[in-house]
């Protein structure tokens, strides 16, 4: 395995597959979403890197939090604290054997840093929230996306998460709707729930939580692990 993250392509086995969590829109839970993911795979064994580019650094947070848990370390590569832009950012080496690699990407990204990183990511995973600037701020984003060659030509599997639902409110079914007319999968839809918040604190995530704990949303978390898998080569 080479030690560069390069640009690996899907059909060479074997190489690392690279989540990017994108949205333009701040506060719609990439970074909740991208280190639950982190965990979910870790927890499986799965050999998993988490690249911050968020000059905020929340998920390098989280993952300090995490190295002192007892789930164990994460491994990190942090764009910020190597001060490196987003496209060298992939020349930093990689731990051997990493199969996969998340990338928390940071809000108002568009244009050509838009393009590098999508350029880099084998999977897009884009957490949307019920709000109605959430739902605004997504059909921009997602026309952004369009402009993209990969994207528009549906070489790289992408997909929404639906984030802090409350079910049964008129916004979330607006949201559905907006969703069903994009025709981009909706792999999973998560609660607003403070398991998220608590497990935030503590470096952890959902999948760490004693069985039974919060099931529906363990649930939901399995469909995701699921539609990662089936869209990758690990
Ligand atoms: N499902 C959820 N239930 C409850 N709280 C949530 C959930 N998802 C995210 N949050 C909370 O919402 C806030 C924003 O989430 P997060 O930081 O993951 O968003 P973000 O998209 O990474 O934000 P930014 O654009 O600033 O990087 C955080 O306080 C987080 O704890
Ligand atoms: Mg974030």
New binding site residues.
């Given amino acids: 395995m080479t030690t560069a993250l390069g640009h690996p392509t899907q059909d060479e086995a074997g190489k690392p597959q690279r989540i990017l969590?994108i949205?333009a829109?701040?506060?719609?839970?990439?970074?909740?979403?991208?280190?639950n993911l982190a965990a979910a795979l870790h927890a499986q064994s799965a050999h998993t890197l988490v690249v911050d580019f968020?000059p905020?650094g929340?998920?390098s947070e989280w993952l300090q939090l995490r190295a002192a848990s007892p789930q164990g370390e994460i491994p990190a590569l942090s764009a910020l604290r190597h001060e490196v832009s987003v496209s060298r950012c992939w020349l930093l080496p990689l731990p051997p054997g990493t199969q996969w690699v998340i990338m928390?990407?940071?809000?108002?990204l568009h244009g050509v840093e838009l393009q590098k990183l999508v350029h880099e990511a084998d999977i897009l995973i884009i957490?949307v929230?019920p709000s109605p600037i959430d739902i605004e701020a997504m059909v921009h984003f997602i026309k952004d996306l369009f402009f993209i060659a990969k994207v528009r030509q549906q070489s790289i599997p992408m997909a929404i998460i639906a984030?802090?639902?409350k079910t049964n409110t008129i916004i979330f079914r607006t949201l559905q709707k907006f969703l069903q007319a994009l025709r981009i999968p909706v792999i999973a839809v998560?609660?607003?729930?403070?398991?998220?918040?608590h497990a935030?604190e503590q470096g952890l995530a959902l999948v760490d939580l004693p069985a039974g704990v919060n099931e529906r949303e363990a649930i939901q978390w399995r469909h995701i692990l699921e539609w990662v898998k089936s869209r990758s080569n690990v």
Avoid: E, H, W
Wanted: hydrophobic letters at 35%; a neutral charge; proline letters at 6%.
């Fill in positions: 969590v949205n829109k701040g506060g719609c839970g990439k970074t909740t979403i991208a280190t968020d905020q929340s998920a928390d990407a940071p809000a108002a957490p929230m984030n802090r639902v998560l609660r607003d729930s403070q398991d998220y918040i935030f």
